[in-house]
């Protein structure tokens, strides 16, 4: 089973940035498409930007331009670039697999990392 660590989140200003990491467990992380995800209080989870084995990414229209997406398989690690960051961007992010589906790979999930955009 794998397992997710998600950090990086934090508090920040409107128009700010921050870069999120997720470290993954297991020997098969280079095989799946990873996505990050994000939740508010009382929503579902929703995902907001995946990538490929091969490094294609793809975005929610309400991250696009701002967020950037990647990974480094050799570190079992992905990545969320969050630039021109908007209040309704406040959630916590976890990271999972992506299904051919778009619905996350695995049943279990990390902690997650709170991200605050407040003034």
């Known amino acids: 089973q794998v397992q997710f660590v998600e950090s990086g989140g934090g508090l920040v200003q409107p128009g700010g940035s921050l870069r999120l990491s997720c470290a993954a467990s297991?020997?098969?992380?280079?095989?799946?498409?990873m996505g990050w995800y994000r939740r508010t209080p009382g929503a579902q989870r929703d995902l907001v930007a995946r990538?490929?084995?091969?490094?294609?990414?793809n975005y929610a229209d309400s991250v696009k331009g701002r967020f950037t997406i990647s990974r480094d398989n050799a570190k079992k690690t992905v990545y969320l670039q969050m630039d021109s960051l908007k209040l309704e961007d406040t959630a916590v992010y976890y990271c999972?697999?992506?299904?051919?589906?778009?619905?996350?790979?695995?049943?279990?999930w990390g902690q997650g990392t709170q991200v605050t955009v407040s003034s």
């Open positions: 999972n697999g992506v299904t051919s589906t778009l619905s996350p790979t695995f049943g279990s």
């Open positions: 990538i490929t084995t091969g490094g294609t990414s």
């Open positions: 297991g020997s098969l992380f280079r095989f799946y498409t």
